[in-house]
């Protein structure tokens, strides 16, 4: 039994990247308020409250200027500006899928922050969303998270479904299907990043299939109800 304990110690401890919740993290950000914390392309909207430094590849320094928080400007394909191990925690909240050169940017990561929360769309959401397929900044990478390996994987980014659901109708469904559509990470020291292989895809899906599919179905589901009241 001793030697049980002792393995799933050590193999916990290796764990570098784990799930996690928003609520939780949230939660331990609030009541550790001495960190120094980093959320890394927060836009202007949708930051953190609980981070007390912004940065993004968009100039948003007079937004937060006026709010008076600290932000700093960073530039694509370049190392990020800041010193090794300078914040505490670091906050990637759907980031990592639009950058084209992810391992350099996740070395970055790992230089400047100890831990972090980092928040994916899954490849059920890539595929439904409409507006995350534009060539400079959408989507280039399926994101997923091997529970055995306990590894992020990315795959290169393929379209299997015609998309049909904007952001908005999307996150009205997120509060029953979170599991589904967003992956939910924390890791320390190690983001611990692979290269996952690439899934053959023969005929994308569209959206008119699945509605015609759709209307069969309820035409037949109809005349048996027809049929099984006439017996």
């Known amino acids: 039994m001793a030697e049980r304990e002792h393995f799933i110690y050590i193999y916990v401890k290796k764990m570098t990247i784990k799930r996690t919740h928003k609520i939780f993290q949230k939660d331990f950000l609030s009541q550790n308020k001495n960190l ?18 912004f940065a993004d590849i968009v100039d948003y320094s007079k937004e937060f200027q006026e709010k008076n928080l600290n932000f700093t400007l960073i530039y694509p394909n370049q190392k990020l500006p800041f010193k090794d191990k300078e914040f505490d925690y670091v906050i990637l909240s759907h980031v990592l899928e639009h950058v084209p050169n992810i391992f350099e940017f996740t070395k970055e990561v790992e230089r400047v922050a100890k831990a972090g929360y980092i928040e994916l769309p899954t490849k059920l959401a890539d595929n439904l969303v409409i ?39 999307i996150n009205k469904f997120q509060k029953f299907f979170e599991d589904s559509l967003i992956l939910q990470l924390y890791w320390e020291n190690s983001i611990d990043l692979i290269l996952g292989d690439s899934y053959p895809i023969e005929k994308k899906i569209t959206f008119i299939s699945l509605v015609r599919k759709f209307i069969g179905k309820k035409i037949r589901d109809f005349f048996s109800e027809i049929k099984n009241s006439t017996k």
């Not at 120094?36 to 430094?53: F, M, Q, R, S």
């Open 131 to 169: 507006g995350c397929d534009e060539e400079d900044i959408g989507h280039k990478w399926w994101m997923e998270f091997d529970d055995v390996e306990n590894k992020l994987k990315c795959i290169k980014k393929k379209d299997v479904l015609q998309k049909f659901l904007s952001v908005g109708s």
């Open 36 to 53: 120094k914390i980093l959320d890394l392309g927060c836009t202007h909207v949708n930051y953190w409250k609980e981070a007390n430094h």
